[in-house]
């Protein structure tokens, strides 16, 4: 069984970064896609960006292409979510899911982490 840990989220104001961390069990680490979602109130869940835990393939949305950065730490099992230049709208629960597929559609991980809240204020 897959398990994924979020943490790093936080408060920060308009203009702020954060990374946020994934810290995915060992056994399956290699052979998985982690991607990281965001779910504000109200809205649907959306894909941020996602890469494979092996090689360099990665895929994020074009809305917030060159904001959020995905990378790893293979020796540690951790993918990272850089965010930078942060905006209220970005305020949402983040989660880091895992999967077979390379995709940014929710409905294609597995396995999910519980979350960790971004809160941006202006």
């Known amino acids: 069984q897959v398990q994924l840990v979020e943490s790093g989220g936080g408060s920060v104001q308009a203009g702020g970064s954060l990374r946020l961390s994934c810290v995915v069990s060992?056994?399956?680490?290699?052979?998985?896609?982690i991607g990281w979602f965001r779910q504000a109130p109200g809205k649907e869940r959306e894909g941020v960006v996602a890469?494979?835990?092996?090689?360099?393939?990665?895929i994020d949305a074009n809305s917030l292409k060159g904001r959020f950065t995905i990378s790893r730490d293979d020796a540690k099992n951790t993918v990272y979510l850089q965010m930078n230049a942060l905006k209220p709208e970005d305020t949402a629960m983040y989660y880091c899911?895992?999967?077979?597929?390379?995709?940014?559609?929710?409905?294609?991980?597995?396995?999910w982490g519980q979350g960790t809240q971004v809160t941006v204020s202006s």
């Open positions: 899911a895992s999967g077979r597929v390379l995709s940014l559609a929710s409905d294609r991980y597995d396995d």
């Open positions: 060992e056994a399956m680490y290699s052979r998985r896609y």
């Open positions: 890469a494979s835990t092996t090689g360099g393939l990665t």
